[in-house]
């Protein structure tokens, strides 16, 4: 897996990623569950438009930084992937994320546009890990503080390999 060499139009993208992946817990000798076998087999979008814009908000998140005009940049970009694909279900739950704000408490019109992205979440994937932990976002800016904690516990029980659950908490 070390020295293989992946090449693909970018159409297949999301499927190498999957490929990479499968391949290095190969040579890991890890195993895989059957439903981290599942979510690593989903693709997150046929689309390579929209998936390089994905990516695109990823990278400058990666280069900037969670930041006010940075996250603009980035919500513009998600938007724009979910118009090209709107079943793009990782970009939904990035939005979720993004329209609630990072900072305290989030206003009326962002959490109304965060819960109206969960919504459609929730209508195309209401069972996958990036619902789940849209979802406990979203409602964590609703509640006391140990409250929200106790939700990401909960959700992390349920989720043990998603890093997501401890990036955003």
Known sequence: VWGRTFSSDRNRAATIQAEVVTGLTGALKTSVSPEEKALLARTPTANA?????????REILIKEGDYPASMNQRMRLLEKAVVLDPGFVRAWA??????????????????AASK????????????????????????ARTVPPQQALAMYEKLAQEFPPSAGVLTHC
């Open 116 to 139: 109206a992205a969960l919504e459609t979440l929730e209508k195309l994937a209401p069972q996958a890990p990036e619902t789940a932990l849209a979802r406990v976002g979203y409602l």
């Open 49 to 57: 438009e929209a998936f390089d814009l994905f990516l695109r908000q």
């Open 94 to 111: 990035e939005l979720v994320w993004m329209r609630r704000g990072t900072a305290g408490r989030p206003t009326a019109a962002r959490l």
